[in-house]
């Protein structure tokens, strides 16, 4: 069998080919769209946390169709119920003229005629005043089975005043709907424009971009907000997409992604960006103004002002996820892609090749730290630091550059690169300190031989005064029902109980100081520091009594006696370390304290207790623990009575409370 190359074994080389594995696997899951959500949750994560406040327009104004307008007495009664009347928006249109309005944006479709002899007309009359109106294409998924072809040119020749001829140097696989939704002839023939209204979600919910234009058939029909920004700069959009996808319109590049998307530019949540009117409000003031009377909105409110008009009222459905919120108004969204469009501000997207770096170079980084590093702490923190430094990175550029850079794959590739080189560190160079640690486990607890591992010198471990947590443990009456058994029964009932007591001890952080016959001594605190010593004391005397109440069970099926343990918990200044003669030394606890919570194991049996503490133990954990008062008590060794306590319980939810040192 050849033997392994020994630059196979190297660190160099494990460093490398685990960052590589880690990266390229993180990578292929990225290119396969598994990553997408995670990332764009991300994104959604760093508007919420560092969108600059009070970046939107002032230039666009929101007229909402509300809750408040559909209940208004005024709206019903001069208006009906909706669908409202179209007398409401020739009036609504009139006044925004009026006021000087400079471009008028109506979230909604006008199809069929108004039953209201008369309505119609006044609408379209009105929208041909100016001719700043932009009206809304309703693309959907429904089909168009057109039985004539005459009739199925003619729909497209409707639709032709308004699709946009696009040079394309590349191919963008624009949205396709199969159905469109249009106003009555007679108001797009008066109108100032139209645009497509349609808003898709990602897979995961939230809208993150929007489609600038949408096809149908063979034509582009603009976005909404495309159309109104094209009617308020007036002049042609000249559309074109060259590489990228980049899309050139009104002399601004337009970054898209693959799918034909622009990312959205939030500037915040909901109804704060930009100022919002109720629609019954802004017929009063119409109504007002009429009237010769001042109305309780200025006319300058919306002077030279892109004044957009739709739905937001819970009923019209036109709610939808983002950044900020389940229920962001569409019309708010069309309002943001304006601001967006016109002040030539867009969110880009880091290309796919810088994505793949930062993902393989996180990776390499961190596997290298690994094997750099001796000390795990130091290479742990160092990781930290790193991942911090990255995320602190994209959010910087994303603020202060608005670009949009890999946030989750880059991480999780670390993240993975990080683990398994910690894996292969522990399976190659760890193997050897498995080995002694398997060894040494077997014959005192897990804390020490984690000592023992980091190269403690015992030798200087001198004796000191620590407060500490001690635990004794009896079984009542032992001698008695030894003399009755034989003695392979007690000694295998023996042995099963001590092995319950010591991983139950071992379970709870716990140091196996001594057996003394059927006595079990153990202590918390030390040598490794424990700020939570007296509440892991607690709850591993009372799984010790669940423990032996699962063991009297079997014991019973068996035929076997079942046995009773008493077990006093004391807390208070000891005297802890490495403790003996020349011949042997040990690590043990000494003092007062050690010597009083032998005295409360004693003492359960004239109280009738399974589980005794005393009040310097109670004070630590009374916050947790559930107790009978026991009263004082008078103990050997002691001039004053002391006050104890039984243990009932625990709460569930560890807490941790620092004894007083």
């Known amino acids: 069998m050849k033997q392994v190359p020994s630059w196979v074994k190297s660190k160099v080389f494990q460093a490398i080919a685990l960052g590589l594995a880690s990266g390229l696997l993180v990578l292929g899951a990225s290119r396969m769209g598994w990553l997408d959500t995670l990332e764009g949750k991300s994104l959604d994560w760093r508007f919420r946390n560092f969108t600059q406040a009070n970046r939107g327009r002032k230039d666009i104004v929101i007229i909402a169709l509300d809750d408040t307008s559909f209940t208004a007495p005024e709206m019903v009664e001069n208006f009906g119920r909706w669908p409202w009347r179209r007398n409401f928006w020739a009036l609504i249109v009139h006044y925004l003229h009026q006021c000087g309005a400079k471009v008028i944006g109506l979230d909604m479709t006008f199809e069929g005629k108004d039953p209201h002899q008369g309505d119609d007309e006044l609408f379209a009359q009105v929208l041909r005043e100016k001719r700043d109106v932009v009206l809304a294409l309703g693309m959907n998924e429904g089909k168009f089975v057109f039985t004539d072809p005459k009739e199925e040119r003619a729909f497209e020749k409707r639709l032709d005043q308004f699709a946009w001829p696009v040079k394309q140097d590349i191919e963008v696989p624009f949205h396709t709907y199969s159905g469109v939704a249009l106003s009555e002839d007679t108001f797009l023939s008066a109108s100032g424009g139209a645009g497509s209204i349609a808003i898709q979600a990602d897979p995961d919910g939230p809208t993150r971009s929007i489609a600038p234009l949408h096809r149908f058939h063979d034509q582009l029909i603009p976005a909404f907000a495309f159309a109104i920004a094209a009617r308020y700069i007036g002049e042609p959009p000249q559309p074109s997409i060259d590489a990228g996808p980049t899309l050139n319109v009104f002399s601004r590049q337009v970054p898209l992604d693959p799918n034909g998307g622009m990312l959205i530019r939030w500037h915040g949540d909901e109804r704060?960006?930009?100022?919002?009117?109720?629609?019954?409000?802004?017929?009063?003031?119409?109504?007002?103004?009429?009237?010769?009377?001042?109305?309780?909105?200025?006319?300058?409110?919306?002077?030279?002002?892109?004044?957009l008009i739709g739905p937001t009222a819970t009923a019209?459905?036109?709610?939808?996820?983002?950044?900020?919120?389940?229920?962001?108004?569409?019309?708010?969204?069309?309002?943001?892609?304006?601001?967006?469009?016109?002040?030539g501000e867009f969110m880009r997207r880091t290309g796919p090749m810088i994505g793949a770096t930062t993902i393989l170079g996180m990776a390499l980084m961190m596997s290298g730290l690994v094997y750099w590093f001796k000390s795990a702490l130091n290479y742990s923190l160092l990781a930290l630091c790193i991942g911090?430094?990255?995320?602190?990175?994209?959010?910087?550029?994303?603020?202060?550059?608005?670009?949009?850079?890999?946030?989750a794959a880059p991480l999780?590739?670390?993240?993975?690169?990080?683990?398994?080189?910690?894996?292969?560190?522990?399976?190659?160079?760890?193997?050897?300190?498995?080995?002694?640690?398997?060894?040494?486990?077997?014959?005192?607890?897990?804390?020490?031989?984690?000592?023992?591992?980091?190269?403690?010198?015992?030798?200087?471990?001198?004796?000191?005064?620590?407060?500490?947590?001690?635990?004794?443990?009896?079984?009542?009456?032992?001698?008695?029902?030894?003399?009755?058994?034989?003695?392979?029964?007690?000694?295998?009932?023996?042995?099963?109980?001590?092995?319950?007591?010591?991983?139950?001890?071992?379970?709870?952080?716990g140091t196996l100081d001594k057996f003394v016959g059927d006595c079990v001594m153990a202590f918390w605190g030390a040598p490794l520091p424990q700020p939570n010593h007296a509440e892991l004391a607690a709850r591993s005397a009372l799984a010790m009594i669940k423990g032996l109440e699962n063991l009297n069970k079997k014991w019973q099926s068996e035929g076997r006696p079942t046995l009773q343990i008493g077990v006093g918990v004391n807390t208070g200044e000891m005297l802890f370390g490495n403790i003996g003669s020349e011949?042997?030394?040990?690590?043990?606890?000494?003092?007062?304290?050690?010597?009083?919570?032998?005295?409360?194991?004693?003492?359960?049996?004239?109280?009738?207790?399974?589980?005794?503490?005393?009040?310097?133990?109670?004070?630590?954990?009374?916050?947790?623990?559930?107790?009978?008062?026991?009263?004082?008590?008078?103990?050997?060794?002691?001039?004053?009575?002391?006050?104890?306590?039984?243990?009932?319980?625990?709460?569930?939810?560890?807490?941790?409370?620092e004894a007083a040192s």
């Open 583 to 657: 011949q042997r030394m040990d690590f043990t606890v000494i003092g007062d304290s050690v010597n009083l919570g032998s005295r409360l194991e004693s003492a359960t049996k004239e109280l009738h207790a399974s589980i005794v503490i005393s009040d310097s133990t109670y004070q630590i954990i009374r916050d947790l623990a559930q107790v009978r008062p026991l009263g004082e008590i008078s103990v050997k060794g002691k001039a004053q009575k002391i006050v104890v306590y039984e243990l009932l319980g625990m709460t569930e939810t560890p807490q941790v409370k």
């Open 272 to 307: 704060i960006v930009y100022p919002y009117f109720s629609a019954w409000k802004v017929v009063n003031a119409a109504l007002e103004l009429d009237s010769g009377d001042k109305p309780d909105i200025p006319s300058e409110t919306f002077r030279n002002k892109i004044v």
């Open 316 to 343: 019209l459905a036109d709610l939808h996820a983002n950044a900020f919120s389940p229920h962001y108004p569409g019309v708010e969204i069309h309002a943001t892609v304006i601001d967006n469009l016109l002040s």
């Open 388 to 407: 911090l430094a990255y995320v602190g990175g994209v959010c910087w550029l994303f603020r202060s550059h608005d670009i949009w850079a890999p946030f």
């Open 412 to 509: 999780l590739a670390g993240s993975i690169a990080f683990i398994d080189s910690t894996l292969v560190q522990y399976a190659t160079e760890g193997r050897e300190k498995a080995k002694y640690r398997k060894t040494l486990i077997k014959y005192i607890s897990p804390q020490l031989v984690e000592t023992i591992m980091a190269d403690m010198d015992w030798e200087s471990l001198r004796a000191e005064k620590r407060n500490l947590t001690v635990l004794f443990s009896d079984i009542r009456g032992f001698t008695s029902i030894s003399e009755k058994l034989p003695a392979e029964t007690v000694i295998k009932t023996l042995n099963e109980h001590l092995n319950m007591m010591v991983s139950v001890i071992f379970d709870h952080q």
